[in-house]
């Protein structure tokens, strides 16, 4: 009989939200879809491309769309299949069986998925209740116990707080450890490492168009970092990891920085008249214990009836996300956020009551 080895023995596949809702609020997507022109950009596109052949393995068109839009060098940037795929050639390649991959949490889950399938040796250090980065323990720890590898995301999902860029450098320049920096919500703030990247041999970048570029269909991210680095993750990631379709449709909007600039600006103003709105309840019903200022298009809150409350706006078909006594809520259109709010009242004026 065939025995699954032990570390797969207890995982279960990745379970997103199932099911179908008006408003999904749940997964940090832009509301924005890619608009009548942009489509038929991709249309045409779309019609040169042989379908019989391999892509380009090193998605250059993609590369250098990214690399114009953020300023950075061509040289320094490697696609991948989502910043997802990203994060596993890291922890899979970069590093090695029983090596010390430094977490924090809460943080992205992804982190800790990866190191464990790659049988790191996956150390999270708590952000104690403040759920802040705390950069001079991080770096006492790294010291002490020989860590060789730190990863976190800035601004952080769940958390939507950013730590400042001055932290962030404190910590890649007091290590020799690797730093993997995700970026996946720094469009949303103003303090990327991006153009810092050619200073440092330990940093990578990751970026994703799955957030504020309105691209999570089509899995395309990003890692930005000296040649060194660069070299060795070409090197080791799949030949063929980011599809034709996907380098095209990449390479297209990530040309569109006016349009892109808008959308991001959108998505901010949106993420505070939602978080301003969740202040007022938050002021009006103690069950909002605290609604933590956001760096990213998604607002974070605390609150011990969380799974109920999740649970009330699913039913009004209202999907946001629960962790363990938090809820996160992506900004929506106006409508949405309108919609969302509204319900969110109406179960916390029955949840007061009961
Ligand atoms: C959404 C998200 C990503 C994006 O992953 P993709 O695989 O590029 O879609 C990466 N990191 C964090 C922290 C995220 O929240």
Known sequence: ???????????????????QYRIRLDANESYFTPDAM????????????????YPDPYAVEACKAFAEFYGVPESSVTAGNGSDELIGIICGSL??????????????????????????????????????????????????????????????????LG???????????????????????????????????????????????????????????FAVAKPTLTLALRAVKSPYNVNSMTQ???AQVLGCKEYLDWCCKA??????????????????FPALEQVYP???????????????????LAERSIAVRCFDGYLRITAGSSEENAAFLAALTEILVKEGKA
Request: aromatic share 8%.
């Open 1 to 19: 009989m065939y025995t699954l080895c032990e570390k797969v023995q207890g995982l279960t596949p990745y379970a997103p939200l199932s099911g």
């Open 38 to 53: 942009m489509m038929e950009r991709f249309a045409k596109e779309l019609a040169r491309l042989d379908l019989n052949r």
């Open 95 to 160: 590093l090695q069986k029983g090596d010390k991959l430094l977490t924090f949490s809460p943080d992205f889950s992804m982190y800790q998925f990866y190191g464990e399938i790659y049988e790191l040796e996956t150390l999270a250090l708590s952000k104690g209740d403040s759920l802040q980065l705390d950069v001079d323990e991080a770096i006492r720890f790294i010291q002490e116990n020989g860590v060789s590898a730190v990863i976190f995301s800035n601004p952080c999902n769940p958390t939507s």
């Open 163 to 221: 730590l400042s860029r001055e932290k962030v450098r404190k910590l890649i320049r007091s290590t020799e450890a690797l730093v993997v920096l995700d970026e996946a919500y720094m469009d949303f703030w103003d303090q990327s490492m991006l153009p810092e990247t050619q200073q440092y041999d330990n940093l990578i970048v990751l970026k994703t168009c799955s957030k504020a570029i309105g691209m999570a269909a089509i899995r395309l991210g």
């Open 248 to 250: 095209l449709f990449g």
């Open 267 to 284: 998505l901010v103003k949106s993420r505070e008249a939602l978080q301003q709105g969740l202040e007022g309840l938050a002021a009006r």
């Open 294 to 312: 956001s760096c990213t298009n998604f607002v974070f809150v605390r609150c011990s009836a969380a799974k109920t409350i999740q649970t009330a």
